[in-house]
């Protein structure tokens, strides 16, 4: 690199030749005297001006635009948010306990009261169902002509047994034995609630309003 001195008219006419920042001297002479590698070293500075100016641009461009969300996010939300969604349940079955009057219960003189009521309100809270009691008969009754608990008249009780005392069931078309002892009662009121679908617990709290 060799050093020459020039008058300061020389170099303020250099200078004001100069067509980027940060071009030497050098290059602004190399230009102007017409030199090819000149040429060449400002078209490089230019490309490389030009290539920073436009990754500016695409920044710029970027931060002004909305972050846009991303499609599957989207999607798994729309997913998270209908499952979060209560799914519609069946309307609950009736509950025995919701026709027990207790007080009526108190007022029964004997178990037979009770037994007849509690059976009642077991055909109230299901009386589509209540149908399967028929099927519930004493262990011994393999006979041809066996026992029953339940039927749906009053002949079709005393024609499978003696001294059956039948009784119908109040606001119902079902007729029950009521020639029984209290256990034998317990009994049947533990099957015909097992029968409609009750847990084990509700069945002793049947059980123990007799």
């Known amino acids: 690199m060799k050093n020459i001195e020039i008058d300061e008219e020389l170099y303020q006419h250099i200078v004001s030749n100069t067509q980027a920042i940060g071009e030497s001297a ?3 002479l190399r230009r102007l005297l017409l030199l090819g590698e000149g040429e ?3 078209s490089v500075a230019k490309a490389q001006k030009q290539g920073i100016n436009s ?3 695409m920044l710029t461009e970027r931060q002004a635009e909305p972050e846009a969300k991303p499609v599957g996010d989207t999607q798994a939300s729309g997913h998270i948010a209908q499952a979060a969604q209560p799914v519609s349940q069946p309307a609950s079955q009736e509950s025995v306990f919701n026709f027990i ?3 009526e219960l108190a007022m029964q003189r004997g178990a037979v009261g009770r ?3 509690i059976l009642a ?3 109230r809270a299901h009386p589509e169902q209540f149908n399967v009691v028929t099927n519930i008969a004493p262990k011994e009754s393999a006979r041809k002509n066996k026992r029953l608990y339940f039927a749906h008249s009053e002949a079709e009780l005393a024609a499978s047994g003696s001294s059956t005392k039948p009784k119908q069931i109040p606001e119902s078309p079902f007729w029950v034995m009521t020639n029984s002892n209290t256990t034998r009662k317990k009994m049947m009121l533990t099957k015909a609630a097992m029968s409609l679908g009750y847990g084990v617990g509700e069945v ?4 123990d309003l007799l």
């Open 55 to 57: 990754e500016l641009e």
């Open 204 to 207: 002793e709290k049947i059980r």
């Open 26 to 28: 050098s290059s602004i």
């Open 121 to 123: 309100a077991l055909y």
């Open 40 to 42: 060449h070293a400002l």
């Open 115 to 117: 037994f007849l009521l």
């Open 101 to 103: 009057n207790k007080e």
